[in-house]
């Protein structure tokens, strides 16, 4: 019923507004069309500067309202960068946008058609024209130059002592790897996947690196120690989107990507910063994955290298649930089967 | 009538096209209802079918963004009459993500295709080209009329795929793969990605067959005199449209056909190692690559952007330079800083790749590249303030939406200056601020350059005037509600909200925008409302409109204005009258038009 009434009325307002526009177009053929259109373009001149200072200071409310919402401080070393970028494009871009507004809409009200003035004949000047293409050219020099200057700050190689963990998408969850004591990450192929026998990622369990490799489902960083994600994905594109540390990359089913970025703060840290005891950093999903898209989330924590440490000790290698859950009576201790691999490994190793 | 085979000079040609056009003007054959305005291969015709084919498609898609801001705006609460209208599809009054993503895809997909590219190239290419550069016609009439009923024929699929029961495509717009490839993945990537493929393949099929035409007639079928840099901006800027259409579309097709293979054939062009969780199994397919399809699909992506902007751009620097009694400024940079815009356009897809893992070298070329773009488009942006600068202007509703354009057209642009930069699209991309980004410049100004286009050109087209006043509220209401809806959004992007995003409440970081969200779905639905007004306008004025009484009623100088008020198929009842001069003499020695047909004066100065 109230859905029917919404209906009556914007059908009734449209009718009206219909009528008064009919009406209009009669009145002024009555009074004259040229009177009438003199008229009506002195109110368009008046409302396009009354529009101009209007939004102006509607950009200026509106940056007021939201600028405690976005951005805060970049969580990583390499998102500092990103941020200065940021400032100087909006310097550059903010000065250009208020002088060519305002110059548009100025002329717009100043030029309006008005019987004492002729239309100056003016085709083309091609100093004016050489000094406009030149200084955008340099500006924009002057930005390519910067914003590639820390593209490959950015993108350039890891730095040797960078942790590892290997990131894999699929619909709707994040699941993360870490490579164990051995550091290093065990192989595997997608056709191993057996969720169902706790092997999510398809591990090759006689592969001895596997042995202490730790899924994960919250992704646990060391705060100042530069990390390096190993990204995947079992099905569609999905994209590891990190927005406090400002980091993104596309998760790809059968190419994996890599980023890497040096987090600042713990987890503690940035709650105490931002004033938001429940803060917590968010891993999203950035690239369309299906009907679970808006719900793929994970959580990042920060945390001191001690905390790290526990933390990681605690958790038990994949391969020690795998084989718990298939011959429990064999793995009763599952710190024994790290400590065998661990040995398995040291062999190989030698 | 074939000018390709004629090894004569030019003016030859069209002399000889004229006589045979003149005879066949003698011996008018009787027109049914059906040739007329069905089958129709008059191109003025063809230019209103494609118009009106267009606003129903722009009702539909504008109609979905109503739909999904409604949950956006308001996620949780309950709207029963969309149950009434989509059953499971809004269960409760609720719409459902799947729903969600189908109708974002389509409002993409129906946007930038069926509406800004079919419903503005294929509206003003038809109407314009023959018009201003003076032909009798298209260089082929019935693939002109095929250019249109192929499209009719990709809309009819495109419609149909909304109602299949696993419901239309629903991977985005941009339809990646593996996405777009997996049924069991995704319940839009049943038979609903089938019809998306085959829709948009018979899409790409009439775009050619219109480009080739509009490229050839303007090449070939120019009046006596009208030489190349004599012709309106609006006609170099649907060329260098076709250009992009014609070199661009083909690649696309290539990439949806081996979408299509890989979904029906078993091909692996696009899949490798997938498990799907949902089924708990693993396909055969090896060796393919996702990222191939985001190549093939961003070589036509990107130009597609300008394909869409580039009309606009044409039909508003001559409304501008009419309105303003000015000669449009820099007429050379102007088509200079098209054609720029058209080199560049192919040399920048893989901006839109920045996060894919592309080589970090390869996408600094792209940067480079990108962000040169800027230079022409700065070009254009001063050219036309100082178009208006010193001029005596009229606001007409199509003066209005021309400075509108430009007003949008720099907001867009400068955010793309953020974008195109890699380092700053890491924390940008696929954020609220691309969304922004692209609807001021890409959607919402092209519909400004297409609204002026319909005000400025619906006397020619139906010999009636459109009612300003009605004119003036839809200006207004869409030119404040688009700042609205689409300023405030950067903010979201800037806060790292990502797009594609249906509900934000389970979010720690992302859910503080409610307030904003609200606003802007109330904004977006009064725009709708007003554009619906504007329609409304539209079809009544082609009826009921005030009737044109002048054959020039803007004081214009191209030659559409020397056709008959309601022109018959052929454009002029005498011979095609002949061009002397440019088309922006506005203003020049005191006298306020000089026609392009008005030869040279004695001592009347060069421009």
């Not at chain 2, 190549?295 to 751009?313: A, D, K, N, Q, T």
Request: overall charge neutral; charged content about 15%.
């Amino acid at each position: 019923m109230q859905t029917f009434f919404v209906i009556l009325i914007l059908a009734f307002g449209f009718l009206i507004t219909f009528q008064i526009a009919k009406a209009s177009e009669y009145v002024s053929v009555l009074r004259g069309e040229e009177k009438a259109r003199k008229q009506t373009n002195r109110i368009n001149a008046f409302l396009l500067l009354a529009f101009l200072i209007v939004g102006l200071i509607g950009v200026y409310y509106c940056n007021e309202r939201l600028k405690g919402k976005i951005l805060g401080e970049a969580a990583s070393l390499q998102g500092e960068k990103i941020d200065t970028m940021l400032y100087i494009t909006l310097a550059i871009t903010g000065i250009v946008f208020f002088i060519t507004q305002i110059l548009l809409f100025w002329f717009s009200f100043k030029y309006q058609e008005s019987d004492n003035r002729k239309a100056y004949y003016y085709p083309h000047n091609n100093k004016l024209e050489i000094i406009w293409t030149v200084i955008p050219a340099i500006a924009l020099t002057a930005l390519v130059g910067f914003g590639i200057y820390y593209w490959f700050k950015i993108t350039g190689d890891a730095p040797k002592d960078a942790m590892e963990v290997e990131v894999t998408g699929s619909q709707f969850k994040w699941e993360f790897r870490y490579p164990g004591r051995d550091g290093v990450f065990g192989k595997k192929y997608y056709k191993n996947i057996k969720p169902e026998n706790n092997n999510p990622l398809g591990q090759l369990w006689d592969d001895p690196y596997n042995h202490d490799d730790v899924i994960t489902t919250e992704l646990h960083l060391v705060v100042n120690k530069p990390v390096r994600l190993i990204i995947g994905s079992k099905d569609v594109v999905h994209d590891v989107g990190l927005t406090q540390f400002r980091m993104k990359m596309d998760a790809v089913p059968g190419t994996p990507t890599t980023m890497w970025f040096t987090p600042k703060f713990t987890t503690k840290q940035m709650a105490e910063k931002s004033g938001d005891p429940d803060f917590v950093y968010e891993l999203s999903c950035d690239q369309m994955c299906g009907k679970g898209h808006f719900s793929m989330r994970g959580v990042v924590i920060v945390e001191t290298q001690e905390e790290f440490d526990r933390w990681v000790i605690s958790q038990k290698p994949q391969y020690a649930i795998a084989h718990q859950e298939q011959a429990p009576q064999k793995t009763t201790q599952p710190a024994d089967t790290t400590n065998k691999a661990t040995a398995v490994v040291a062999e190989i190793k030698k | 009538m074939s000018n390709e085979i004629n090894p004569h000079g030019q003016p030859e040609i069209v002399t000889r096209h004229d006589i045979h056009h003149d005879e066949h003007h003698v011996h008018h054959h009787k027109e049914t209802f059906i040739t007329k305005y069905i089958f129709s291969q008059d191109h003025k015709t063809i230019g209103k079918q494609f118009l009106i084919t267009g606003i129903a498609w722009a009702i539909i898609g504008g109609l979905f963004s109503v739909l999904f801001r409604l949950q956006l705006g308001f996620p949780g609460q309950t709207f029963p009459i969309l149950e009434t209208f989509f059953g499971r599809y809004a269960r409760g009054g609720q719409i459902q993500p799947e729903f969600y993503y189908a109708l974002i895809t389509m409002h993409g997909t129906v946007l930038v295709f069926f509406v800004l590219t079919a419903g503005l190239s294929g509206t003003f290419a038809n109407l314009l080209i023959p018009l201003q550069c003076g032909a009798r016609d298209m260089a082929s009439p019935f693939l002109n009329m095929l250019s249109y009923w192929f499209f009719f024929l990709a809309s009819v699929v495109m419609v149909s795929s909304l109602f299949v029961s696993t419901g239309p495509a629903s991977g985005g717009w941009t339809m990646y793969p593996p996405l777009s490839a997996l049924g069991a993945a995704n319940d839009g990537s049943k038979l609903g990605t089938d019809l998306w493929l085959v829709a948009m393949a018979l899409f790409v099929v009439s775009s050619l067959l219109g480009g080739l035409n509009y490229i050839s007639t303007i090449l070939n079928m120019r009046t006596k005199g009208m030489s190349m840099t004599r012709l309106p901006l609006t006609i170099w800027a649907l060329f260098f449209t076709a250009i992009l259409g014609v070199l661009s579309f083909p690649v696309l097709l290539s990439g949806f056909i081996l979408l299509l293979f890989d979904r029906n054939l078993g091909t692996s062009f696009y899949l490798s190692d997938i498990f799907i969780s949902q089924t708990g199994q693993a396909l055969p397919n090896e060796g393919g690559s996702a990222i191939l399809y985001q190549h093939l699909f961003w070589f036509l992506g990107h130009p597609e952007v300008y394909i869409i902007i580039l009309p606009s751009m044409g039909m508003v620097s001559e409304v501008l330079a009419v309105n303003s009694r000015k000669p449009i400024f820099g007429y050379m940079a102007m088509v200079g800083s098209l054609f720029a815009i058209t080199i560049l356009a192919f040399l920048v897809w893989a901006h839109h790749m920045f996060v894919t893992g592309l080589n970090p070298f390869l996408g600094s070329i792209f940067v480079l590249l990108t962000l040169l773009i800027a230079v022409p488009s700065a070009i254009k942006v001063f050219n036309w303030l100082t178009t208006l600068w010193r001029g005596n202007i009229r606001f007409t509703p199509a003066t209005l939406f021309s400075i509108g354009f430009v007003s949008l057209f720099i907001s867009g642009g400068l955010t793309g200056v953020f974008l195109g930069n890699s380092t700053i699209d890491i924390h940008l991309h696929d954020t609220k601020f691309i969304v922004a980004h692209f609807h001021i410049v890409m959607g919402v100004a092209s519909f400004f350059g297409m609204f002026a286009g319909v005000y400025h050109w619906f006397p020619k087209m139906f010999g009636r005037y459109l009612n300003n006043t009605l004119g003036f509220i839809h200006f207004w209401v869409t030119m404040i509600g688009a700042y609205m809806i689409f300023w405030p959004m950067h903010y979201e992007g800037l806060a790292g909200v990502p797009r594609r995003y249906l509900d934000l409440s389970g979010w720690h970081n992302f859910n503080k925008f409610v307030e904003l969200n609200k606003m802007i779905t109330v904004v977006s639905i009064i725009v709708f409302a007003v554009q619906l007004l504007f329609i409304f306008n539209f079809f009544y004025s082609i009826f009921k409109g005030r009737k044109v009484r002048h054959q020039n009623p803007w004081g214009a100088n191209t030659l559409e204005w020397t056709t008959p008020i309601r022109p018959g198929h052929g454009n002029w009842t005498g011979e095609i009258p002949e061009v002397h001069r440019w088309a922006y003499d506005y203003g020049k020695d005191g006298r306020e038009f000089i026609p392009q047909t008005e030869p040279i004066g004695k001592g009347e100065g060069h421009h």
